[in-house]
């Protein structure tokens, strides 16, 4: 009788850092944490930067003043805030109606057919337009034909365009927000009589409110950091805005003409502009997230 | 011993509440069940049974054309409830599921207050009553008042799974239809919640028509009435098993002398 030698030798249970393995594992995460961290970095560096330059800048007169005539110094943004917020309230207001509407359409009445799958595709191609692809169709459409009171800059073609960027987003997520809310409730609604539009308004909808509200705060933070599409089509004013038919001011394109000039008041103005910019959209992504986590609780 | 004796078809057939007329539901093109003819009484609780995949959750959507969300699925031969045809084309379904209500396997409240549950298919039937009577005495039907009248504004799914379920039931018959049916409905349940619920068939029944699809074959002699049996047998040239209505009789004849021998093999335990 011979007794069994093991063909795999037992070794001790403690760990070996010197062992082939061990050495590899140690080795690729520090290399993947140095690429996180490399990935991360332009973020801080973006952030930093801006805030130095232009969080000294920040007082009251730049929120309530206009910018400066050139060679002038103080002023404000005070116009380019309100038109920020205009613009980007038009594109709200034709974005969010269309693209709830689109996403209820693909994930409740469409059966996904192909007329179906021709529209997510074609929403997921629109997604990838390059901005100022946007800025020059709404250019060709509205701001060349001068279909608004024969105006041709307008606050309203700038909101179109940015609508159109918005679109995308708030289409996805409605279409995907629409179709993780279990099967089960809307056969609930069914079931005791409820008609589709009730079901879908009063049951489904509410239910998949929060990933749409998503959408719809990360689709403006989009839009409203935009600058290509707004260059040739809610052009630029120097004055408070005068409506939504006439050209108006906003801070990217503010940043785009005051950054580059030779006056250091303009200058100033950029690096301020563009410091209020990036905290308005990092509290837009941040109340995504807040949407988020609301949703998940 | 076996008993010879011709036996008078079951019910009563002018009591019936719905009959259906060789109806054959398919999805796609393959049949989950075939030519079923049955007359499901009024006012009494009619089991479904039978082996997985034999079409009796099936034909239970059938019977108020819960059949119609799922893609594919169509239904031939005839269903009559109230001397009309539901699937004719003149029928609207939303008018079927608001006469015939349906519990589900899982308890599924709407994400909204226990008083909103009861309250959302009454008010979009059209009711106009005291709505505070109507979810206290809905509530109370299904038994379940004394646990929730002290939280009517908290979320339905705050209740238990057992709770749940009791509140769909309420739900259910809060639209006050005529037949109530239920897939399922203690599948999910533990048995404390599912003897609750049982009991509450027994004092339903007295109002509404109830048609129930179970596997627990206990369940089926406690609460049912009448107990059709369903089985699906292998077609020649088909993908799959083809569902078909075996044997429809009173449950105790069902499960103590039943006429088919596959229903006795089944009821016995002596299955596959």
Redesign the interface.
């Known amino acids: 009788m011979t007794t069994l030698t093991p063909a795999i030798k037992h070794s001790s249970l403690c760990l070996n850092p010197s062992l082939r393995r061990n050495r590899l594992d140690r080795l690729f995460t520090t290399i993947a944490g140095g690429f996180s961290l490399i990935a991360v970095l332009p973020l801080f560096l973006v952030l930093i930067y801006v805030i130095l330059q232009g969080g000294r800048l920040i007082s009251i007169n730049l929120f309530t003043q206009l910018p400066p005539a050139p060679g002038l110094d103080g002023g404000g943004i005070g116009n380019a805030l309100i038109g920020t917020f205009v613009v980007t309230l038009v594109a709200s207001l034709i974005a969010i109606p269309v693209g709830v509407g689109g996403g209820i359409f693909l994930a409740e009445y469409s059966?996904s057919g192909p007329f179906a799958q021709f529209i997510r595709l074609g929403n997921d191609i629109l997604a990838g337009v390059p901005s100022i692809i946007c800025g020059v169709f709404v250019y060709g459409a509205i701001v060349a034909t001068r279909v608004f009171f024969g105006q041709s800059y307008t606050a309203a073609a700038g909101g179109m365009a940015l609508a159109i960027l918005m679109l995308p987003t708030v289409i996805k997520t409605t279409d995907e927000g629409l179709r993780l809310v279990?099967k089960?409730?809307s056969?609930?609604?069914?079931?005791?009589?409820?008609?589709k539009f009730?079901t879908i308004t009063?049951?489904t909808l509410?239910?998949a409110f929060t990933p749409i509200a998503t959408g719809v705060v990360l689709g403006i933070a989009r839009a409203a950091g935009e600058t290509a599409p707004l260059i040739f089509t809610a052009l630029f004013s120097p004055f408070w805005p005068e409506g939504v038919f006439n050209p108006i001011a906003t801070m990217s394109v503010l940043i785009y003409n005051f950054a580059i000039m030779p006056f250091d008041a303009q200058n100033e103005l950029a690096w301020a502009a563009s410091f209020v910019l990036v905290v308005l959209i990092l509290g837009a992504n941040l109340l995504a997230r807040w949407l988020r986590r609301f949703a998940s609780m | 011993m076996t008993m010879t004796m011709p036996r008078k078809t079951p019910a009563i057939t002018n009591q019936s509440c719905l009959s259906l007329e060789k109806v054959t539901i398919s999805y796609g093109s393959f049949e989950a069940v075939r030519d079923v003819y049955l007359e499901i009484p009024r006012g009494k609780v009619t089991a479904f049974i039978g082996p997985s995949g034999c079409g009796k959750s099936t034909v239970l959507r059938g019977l108020n054309r819960m059949n119609d969300l799922i893609e594919g699925c169509t239904l031939k031969g005839r269903v009559i409830f109230d001397g009309q045809d539901i699937y004719a084309p003149e029928v609207d379904p939303v008018e079927v599921r608001r006469r015939i209500g349906m519990v589900f396997q899982q308890p599924n409240p709407f994400p909204k207050s226990i008083y909103e549950n009861i309250a959302f298919g009454a008010r979009i039937n059209g009711f106009t009553g005291d709505m505070d009577e109507l979810v206290e005495s809905s509530l109370r039907k299904a038994f379940i008042w004394d646990e929730t009248k002290d939280k009517l504004k908290e979320s339905g799914n705050s209740l238990s799974g057992g709770q749940q379920q009791r509140l769909c039931i309420a739900r259910a018959i809060a639209i006050e239809p005529e037949v109530i049916l239920m897939d399922e409905p203690c599948s999910a349940l533990d048995p404390i919640s599912t003897l609750k619920i049982e009991e509450l068939m027994h004092e339903l029944k007295k109002t509404f028509s109830i048609v129930i699809v179970t596997h627990n074959m206990q369940q089926a002699v406690r609460v049912s009435d009448q107990t059709a049996f369903f089985n699906a047998e292998a077609v020649e040239g088909g993908t799959g098993k083809v569902g078909y209505l075996v044997e429809f009789d009173e449950t105790e004849r069902i499960f103590n002398s039943p006429l088919q021998q596959a229903t006795q093999d089944y009821v016995t335990g002596r299955f596959g």
Do not use: E, T
Not at chain 1, 187 to 195: E, H, L
């Open positions: 059966k279990p089960a409730l056969m609930g609604a069914i079931g005791v009589g409820a008609s009730v009063r049951i509410p239910s």
